[in-house]
């Protein structure tokens, strides 16, 4: 299989443009849909299989495409971009199954060319293909909020993307000159990453380039500052758009970080490591405390989720092995949590038209499963031992810990941090009395449902009880890594 | 020959043409003021025309007189068929297309 | 044996994850309770078979034999390996058997005190959960599997304490528990951090980090020191972490005695002597945690006699003891610790499912002024209590004299005379409130006792003779020469102490002493409590001060709780709306207004645009001049 | 000569159609569709055969003996010709719909709309002033004309007004510069101009430059640079729908046609003043043109102030080309005609529906539109994304290419600005987007009207969409690769120095 990664990246979308031209019926898009999402997750298990760990790069496949300017069509996969792929690839066809009795076709059509753009962004290794695809999966997400969301979404539908966009215009902007360089120290055009990174250039151009790829990258974690795009867009999305968003976009901007930041720009972000340090930790903090008054369950795990976000960058940037593992192993565990919490709150709204906190209460004494899972997932957000959240938290805190005391020390506190809302939410909503909108609507998970929870649950628990079979599986690429880095600085 | 008060004449010319469009508000003597820019540039060649001793500068002035009838006939077809539906021929009529706020 | 050790561990967890899965499935109802009790019951009994053959055959070797057994690797980075390990040495060993003989015994206890309730098989799942998490906890051999123990005991109490979810402040109380616990954690595992960078590359588990504490400085010792013993504060309950303990009581009463008496509560005290290697280089965090547990126990105690909930005096009570056992292991008698963490394991035990016993004899009444002269209805639960309440107030020959006394002596031959006399006061509350619960609820005659007792079976009773035979003669197991035995327990779990030579006579007087101030405490107990209640104290401000428990939970709910709040509503109105959202939406606007006055230029005159057209002829002529110029 | 001819032939093709179409436009028995389609046949006979000679006919002077050099026949000029062409083709064929609705159309306008064409080719050719003067006033006094075409509206005639009086202002400037270099070369010739300069480097050099400040005036009212855009928006919405596409699309490519072989030859020595004006002026261009984009509620207008955003970075390119850039050039040509098809796809849909409608579309207009005609509310998108320099269409690139001028240039701060620009028009183009998917409509759902219309614009999208991913890996397909290399080729055709 030669081409396995173009057929993963594209299957999606030439199932949009066939079925969009044909202009089927909403039952045909359902299930063509759903087997493009199957066949696509197949494909993608089948690379994990034949997937090398010990080798970085894989299935690498170069096509030329702008010839003048030297810009190809260049994939690959590794480790860390293998894991995010796989995750995608799972979820996709969850969301299928979950918006099964949704009877506008848009969301079909958005959530294939969702994944084409996700994907897209998680394999290239060329600069530009990259932008491309991490430019064109905002408009799915875009028409999806602003299309089939709640409340003011078309106005936060514009906030994200205009915030989104000005992230990647800075990005667009260092790209461009990361280009201009190259070509003028060889005398040809490349974006290829790995071309790109063979120069060496002043100090004080590339921290300004690299400020360009920071930003994008902040505002689409989002760090604190470049954060309130978020809860809006959160809380105005639908559950498809809203896993697709908080599990895989937001690990986006640590994956750009870690593929393009530190392959570019090992120097420069290490200038910059003391303040983005210093915004995580303040963002482990600052989101926490804000999520604890939170009035519905969207932005109190919108909050949630930038706060363990924040941890990851911590991690990200206390660059040893420990910290990194931990970082894309909570990347993973996180991505997987969340996705089970926001199909829980999905399936909220399905039957009671709200996920206000003031309207819930004692879901546990009307349907104990649904308030099991729903208690499992906000606590394996919490990081309880067990889930695979514990072991990457651990691991980030321990590398954090190497890397500075203090660090340390605050990255610690989201021992405390996460759990500072996630208990008080889960007795507003789960326990304590049974609330008239629960009374009325509410019923227990259905088997469907129970089939959608239960993988995402397996994996958790399997993460949190066996992380060295895990780790193992890209343990080698961040230590590659690291050597070269270490080589570097 | 000394071109320069022939340059200074067209100068003036133009500048009074300039004036005339921005502080006229007949569209006939719009139309004149920018007649009379386009004649002092055509003085201009007329001028250099002579200092360089030969004709090509003259042919070209006779040139863009046609292409300034060209554009006066348009002109005042287009000012006869405003004064026939508006009876005015004040500019400052004509402000349908000027920018409108709030209508949201 | 190490398959054994294996099978102690991981037992509960499968019996716990079977439970789970069938009472979670079970939509209908249709498996019934004896299922759940079965299994639920079967599993401790044969772990306690298990860690009672460990300990046999630990007894039958040397003292530095220990078992081992690793399941799998569990985290496996560049030189770090955490192996899912388990140790079994004597200490542990106690530890577990102790741990299983009385979570068995209150396993029985709670498939009679929890029948007929809704959650019968999601108590039963959580409790063998407990078990497993407890036994993960004190057999790991490394401090990260012990720091998943740690975290999972904490998560189960916080699910039992609020069992009863229906009631909103049963699940407050359960938050708090977990909250604060974690405070806690947060100290742990900044320990663990500092202690995990001062290691470097030579293994992490305890057997490694003994053997290489001598390679690290002292300041960073120190520092381990400390915030591993903040993890104890939270699990241990311990000043100023003590907050969730007595409202932890909030459970059903088996989890109270199982978790918040007998076992998880003394993790900490578990988890210094496990450490105890590290603890002997500092001794001046041995000081430290010596005086937080003897404040700990006086304030718990001073507290504890004011107290008319009965499951919160022994709340406080517990507190107190944990005290005790931090007073000895700060002081480097770690032997001594344990000793009373085992004895009181027994006794603590019995009063909470003695006091379980009650109030369901009373439908669910826990306030002792609403008991009185139950002794005759209740003849059985009476006797075991009695027991009880001699053991906890030290007098002997109950368990409760011996390792008190042990204690006691440490403190002052270690010339911390001070500690001594505090723990010497505490000791005279303890036999004075524990003495005033007795009577209040057996002996003394209420007036408005009107209500119906409720037959016990016989699950709820027959544990309670276990354990006050437990209460009697646990102690002889830990007696030192001086009163005839020969320091068993002592010599058994073998910790590094810190050994005082102690000669009879000092010692027959200190203990004399204590005796005589818990004889002091039964009198005045006997004094004002024997017929008719009235409280002794009769400053009334004081009173109230110590009724509300000295204010400490408004206080940290004013700073902590109410400040979380409203600053996370700052943070909401204010630094996102006003300032960020503000900022963005200034800029945007601002742009917007300049481009509105930017646009109303075209106001469609035609002498306008000329004169805009001029305007930039002109400017561009004036460029062109100065660039000329320039050149 | 018979070679000259056969180069002549399509400029005559043209000529000679506008001519057939003013005749018969007097015999009231010809319908409205035939003259489009007489109008369209003269106009891809001509496109065929400029499409065979693109490539062979490198820098040859039309009739040499009889012309002197005034005619240039290059691979530059072919690309513009195919472009006029092109868009007058697309123009008519996408309004074929929208002429049927509106009774004032007849065929005079066909043949007028020839005759403007006929100019920008000719003006293409210009390798002289006053002939480009001359062209230029032929396509203008046509545009002039269409522009006012609707006679029924005050409005439209008020355009033609503003047009008029604001273009005639504008070419005076024209005819100043072109003086006042006869007066200091005594020759016209563009070739001269530029040996002129390399010749006497010192003598009357100031007036060298004035003149052909004044001529840039000129250029830069054409393409609607601030200050001068003042009669753009008012002009592209009093105008009827197919001419202001036509001067979006089409009349803009023109005016750039005879700039760039201007700015290319005659402003070399000058590269250093006028890349500093340039810069000011696109400077001042990009942001205004971005205040009056997001400031506006009718489509037409704020296509139209977009249309001046647009012209802010071609002229950040031009600058880019004097201070060094290698491919300024050609990303000038690449971006005209990435414009091209993006303008001409969204001008097209906007007619497209006001054929129906009958009203000014605003913004409003636009709600819910993707469920009425979700093929279109998806082109729309198409085209609204590639005008917004969104990857995977052909505005991105464009954008790319000028881009990386500037900065290859060293013009980091226009470079910035022109992203934020870019990042400012993302707004009001999204706006759109927003107001098509994200609001319900009364109306019913209508199916694909398919008809000559709506596939012109479907290929403008296909088209917008292939020149942003398009590859050469496809047989038979030129890919974007192909454009940007002919594009490189035609600046190059004339960068050959003639003399």
Known sequence: MQNLLSLIIFLPISAVVLMGLFQVSLKVLRVISLATSVLVFLLVSYLGLNFDPLQSMQFVEVLPWIESYGINYFVGVDAISYILLFLVSLFIPMLFVFIWDEDRKGFFYNLLLLQTGVMGTLLSLDLILFYLFWEMMLLPIFIMIGAYGYGLRQANAMKIIMMTVLGSMTMLFSILYLGYLFFEDNGFWSFSLFGLSSMSFSSDISIILAAGFLLAFSIKIPLVGFHTWMAPAYSSAPTPALVILSAIMAKLGIYGLWRFGFTLFEGPLSYYAPLTITLSIVGILFYAIHAIMEKDLKRMFAFSSASHLSLITLGLFSINIYSWSGSLYLVATHAISSAGIFLLIGMIGKRIKSIKISDLGGIATVAPKFAFFFAFFALSIAGIPGTGGFVAELLIIMGAFKYSFWVGVFAATTMISAILFIFWMLQRTIYGKVSQKVADGFYELSRVELLLLLPLMLLLVLTGIFPSFFISFFEPTLGMMLFQIGDIS | MNPDNFLYLSIILFAIGLIGIISRKNLFVIYMSIELMLSSVNLVLATFSRVHSEHDGAVIALLMIAVIAAEAAIFLALIVYLYKNTKTIDSEAFTQLSHKRGAK | MSTLLLLVVFLPFLSALVLGLTYLFDTHKRVNEKFYTILGVAVPILVTILSFVIVLDLMSHSSTTVVTAVAFNWLSIDSFHIDLAFVADPLSAVMISFITFIGTLIHIYAAAYMSSDQGFGKFFSYFNLFLGSMLLLVLASNPIIMFIGWELVGLVSYLLIGFYNKEYENVTAANKAFIVNRVGDFGFIIGLGILFVAMGDNGFTFADIKENIYAIDNHTLTLVGIFLFIGAMGKSAQIPLYVWLPDAMAGPTPVSALIHAATMVTAGVYMVARFSFLYNEIPQVGEFIAIIGVSSALFAAIIASYQSDIKKILAYSTMSQLG??????????????????????????????????????????????????????????????????????????????????????????????????????????????????????????????????????????????????????????????????????????????????????????????????????VTLAYKYFRTSPQEPLPNKRVRTLIINKFYVDELYDRLFVQNLRSLSNFFNKTVDEKLIDGFINNVVHLNLYVASKFTSLQNGKIQHYSIYLLSGVSMMSLLLIYILEVR | MIEDILLALPLAIVVLGAIVLMLISHFPTVSLKKYNLIAVFFLVCAFILKLTQLDDSNHIYLFEPLFNKMFVIDTFSNLFDLLFLAGAIVTLL?????????????????????????????????????????SLEIASISVYILVGYNKNSLKSSEAMLTYIVLGALSSTFFILGTALIYGVVGSTFIGDIYSFIQNNPTKEITMLIVALMFIMVTILFKIGAVPFHSWVIDVYQGAPYPITMFMAATFKIAVFAIFLRLYLIDFTHFYDIFSKILQVVAVVTLIGGSWLAISQNNLKRMLAGSSIVHAGYLLIALSSIGLGAEFAAPAIVFYLMSYFLSAVGAFGILSFIAAQRRRRATFDDFKGFSQERPYLAAMMTIFMLSLAGFPSTIGFLAKFYIFLSAIESGQIFLAGLGITVAFISIYYYFKLIALMYFYPTDEEPKKFPFGISSSVIFLMALLTIWGGVGTGWIPFLPGVDTLVETAKEAINSISVKPY
């Open chain 3, 324 to 521: 005790y056992m931090f007073v000895a292991v700060g002081l480097g008698a770690y032997s001594a610790g344990i000793f009373h963490v085992f004895t009181h394991a027994f006794f603590k035990a019995l009063l909470f499912m003695g006091a379980g016993a009650v109030i369901i004899a009373l439908h669910h009444e826990q306030n002792i002024f609403k008991m009185g002269s139950l002794k005759k209805a209740l003849p059985l639960v009476y006797i075991t209590m009695f027991i009880a309440t001699l053991a906890i107030s030290g007098i002997p020959p109950f368990a409760g004299f011996f390792s008190k006394d042990a204690i006691l002596n440490h403190a002052f031959m270690s010339e911390h005379y001070t500690i001594w006399v505090l723990g010497v006061i505490t000791a005279f509350l303890t036999a004075f409130y524990m003495f005033r619960m007795l009577f209040i609820v057996f002996v003394a005659d209420m007036k408005n006792n009107h209500i119906e007792h409720k037959a016990l079976s016989k699950a709820l009773t027959y544990p309670l003779i276990v354990l006050a035979i437990g209460a009697t003669f646990a102690g002889f197991l830990g007696a030192n020469e001086a009163y005839g035995g020969s320091d068993l327990f002592k010599s058994f779990i073998s910790l590094n102490d810190i050994n005082y030579s102690i000669s009879h006579s000092t010692e027959y007087m200190l203990g004399f002493v204590n005796v005589l101030v818990s004889l002091l405490g």
């Open chain 4, 94 to 134: 996408i309004n074929t719909h929208y002429f049927q609705e509106r009774d004032y159309y007849n065929g005079e306008f066909f043949s007028l709309l020839l005759f403007s064409v006929f100019g920008m080719m000719m003006l293409s050719h210009a390798n002289e002033l006053v002939t480009a003067f001359i």
